[in-house]
């Protein structure tokens, strides 16, 4: 931030000047002095004032459809997935979160156990890019990041798989969770009630999580789940539909 305060010029008085004039110099230089740390102090409190109201967008879905095979009742092999990082784009985001900055994306790996129909017992199979957490920053007296999101991919298979693994998951969960119907664009959705309340969904054949929280100073975990994550996953459903 540039100061306000300038370096005054002095000026050398003479022997000659009287006492009176002397002292009338001195309280008009001091005058200035005080004037000038004055305009320096209101300059700093000017820009260092309250950041601005959080704004919050809609989803502006502009990605291309994903138009994956569904894999069938044994789920879509890990090196069709698409990669979790390129689901929403910076403009897609900046739709919902019009203030975002410094955003960076991280990828995470999902351990997938498969049934082996013929052999019995179970695959491990290892999607690297299933999963991806979004850091960015919004308008707070902290200039870091303040912000995450992520989304992972849990399951990409026959939609009637994917139904039945839906709602198992949801009935062994029941009393921790509530469910959200349809009204974020997927077939089904539930969310947790309490901590960082990860939101789960299904839409034919993908089966998905959720979550996130904005800088806690400026919005509650609530409504950041209400404003943002409805959206991220309103983007996200239009290229799996």
């Known amino acids: 931030m540039r100061s ?3 370096r005054g010029r002095l000026h050398r008085l003479g022997s ?3 006492r009176s004039t002397l002292q009338a110099a001195r309280r008009s230089h001091g005058g200035l002095r005080a004037g000038a740390v004055a305009l320096a102090v209101a300059a700093l409190v000017s820009g260092c004032g309250e950041p601005p109201e959080l704004r919050f967008g809609a989803a502006q879905p502009s990605g291309e459809k994903l138009d994956l095979p569904s894999g069938g009742r044994s789920g879509l092999p890990g090196e069709q997935w698409p990669d979790a990082c390129e689901l929403v784009d910076d403009a897609e985001l900046k739709a919902i979160l019009p203030q975002a900055e410094k955003i960076e994306r991280e990828r995470q790996s999902l351990t997938l156990h498969k049934v082996d129909f013929l052999g019995g017992g179970f695959d491990t199979e290892e999607i690297p890019a299933a999963g991806c957490q ?3 920053r919004l308008p707070d007296d902290y200039d870091g990041v303040n912000t995450f999101i992520t989304f992972s991919m849990r399951q990409i298979a026959d939609p009637s798989v994917i139904r039945e693994e839906y709602r198992e998951d949801r009935g062994r969960d029941r009393d ?4 959200l119907g349809t009204s974020w664009g997927a077939d089904e959705c539930h969310a947790e009630k309490s901590g960082l309340r990860s939101v789960y969904c299904r839409l034919g054949q993908y089966y998905f999580e959720i979550r996130g929280r904005g800088p806690s100073s400026r919005i509650t975990e609530q409504d950041f789940t209400d404003k943002v ?3 991220i996953v309103q983007t996200v459903t239009a290229r799996m539909r």
């Open 4 to 6: 306000l305060l300038r």
């Open 16 to 18: 000659s000047t009287s």
């Open 134 to 136: 979004i850091d960015l």
């Open 176 to 179: 921790e969770t509530q469910s």
């Open 229 to 231: 994550l409805s959206q």
